[in-house]
């Protein structure tokens, strides 16, 4: 009777701890500085880019181009927590979805990758002192570093 106890015991204090080390990595209050309406003009480009807050371990996002009165470009984003990894998922023109993984979070910085994909290879999300959101690209292309970088204002 004893064993079985102890057995219980450890049963629940494992569970206890995948619960707990776990549900860190579904937490993504530590993003919400992204949470907003962003805007920007970029080489005659007007940039918008929306993100929800996060919440049910996700944070829904969209991103919008506009030249000339007309759209140029779009993305459809999402960044999504489970248990094993927080995953930033984009799908440009709503294609489907590449993911890239959470590999640096440091206060208003974050760093997704996935070295596998062609270009980017990572997307750099930050938040500079004067309060703007800046977002770039960056990775391998025909062989040679390439980066693309974009900035934002509350809007």
């Known amino acids: 009777m004893h064993t079985s106890r102890i057995a219980i015991l450890v049963v629940i204090l494992a569970v206890s701890f995948s619960v707990s080390v776990g549900a860190k990595a579904t937490d993504l209050s530590s993003l919400a500085w992204m949470a907003g309406n962003w805007s920007g003009v970029q080489g ?3 940039m918008e880019e929306f993100w929800q807050e996060p919440k049910g371990n996700t944070m829904l996002g969209l991103h919008r181009d506009v030249k000339g009165g007309r759209t140029v470009s ?28 959470l590999i640096e979070q440091k206060g208003q910085r974050a760093v997704f990758e996935n070295a ?3 270009f980017p290879q990572r997307i750099i999300y930050w938040i500079s002192d004067d309060g703007a959101l800046h977002a770039k690209i960056e990775g391998t292309m025909n062989g040679k570093p390439a980066a693309e970088e974009w900035t934002w204002r509350r809007g």
Do not use: C, M, Q
Request: proline share 12%; no cysteine; glycine share 8%.
């Open 116 to 118: 596998k994909h062609d």
């Open 44 to 46: 005659g480009v007007e």
């Open 74 to 101: 779009f993305e459809f984003l999402r960044i999504e927590a489970t248990p094993e990894a927080i995953t930033y998922w984009a799908s440009p023109g709503g294609r489907p979805a590449t993911p890239f993984r």
